[in-house]
């Protein structure tokens, strides 16, 4: 999986546009091989970021959680922990 690409459900406050269309880049990046796409290639490439985009959001807006929204900081928090114990890190 790219790591790029964060979870974006069940988060206090609600996924926003640009950050379903950033994981939908970074996909479509991951996908096709393409940082950047040639002219020739260009528009597929936008095409299918915006379809990614429409399905990731058809898809956030259908799921449904019982648990309690998670914190943005708090699971930024946790992210920096387990680096500094895969990289061996300290934190400042």
Known sequence: ???NIKPLFNYEP???EDEIRAASLQFVRKISGFTEPS???EAAFQLAIHEVAQAAQ???DSLVTH???R???????RAKERN???FG???D
Do not use: G, S
């Not at 914190?71 to 928090?77: G, H, I, L, P, W």
């Open 1 to 3: 999986m790219c790591r």
């Open 14 to 16: 609600a996924v926003t």
């Open 39 to 41: 002219k020739a290639n």
């Open 58 to 60: 058809k898809l956030m």
């Open 67 to 69: 648990a309690e929204p």
């Open 71 to 77: 914190n943005r900081e708090v699971e930024a928090q």
């Open 84 to 86: 500094a114990i895969r």
């Open 89 to 91: 890190t300290k934190e």
